[in-house]
């Protein structure tokens, strides 16, 4: 499935080209052109991905798109 960027919300779901799979945790700005969210990924086996760390710190990884992005992923 096909998803424009502004359309992004917390849980979306989106899809590297690879196939690696990504849930918005929390959206961090947006601006009149921009949207930048926090990605997470709790099956990944890098503790930097996951929702939060072993030390309780907010994990995941910070990604900016602009808002006519079309990106691969689900809604919630």
């Known amino acids: 499935m096909t998803i424009i960027a502004s359309e992004i919300k917390v849980k979306t779901q989106l899809s590297d080209d690879d196939g690696f799979l990504w849930t918005v945790e929390e959206i961090v ?5 921009t949207i930048t969210v926090r990605l997470c990924s709790d099956f990944s086996s890098s503790e930097q991905h996951w929702t939060k760390k ?10 900016t798109f602009r808002k006519t992005s079309v990106l691969q992923g689900i809604q919630p």
Do not use: M
């Open 29 to 33: 700005r947006k601006t009149a052109k």
């Open 54 to 63: 072993k030390d309780g710190t907010p994990g995941g990884v910070i990604r």
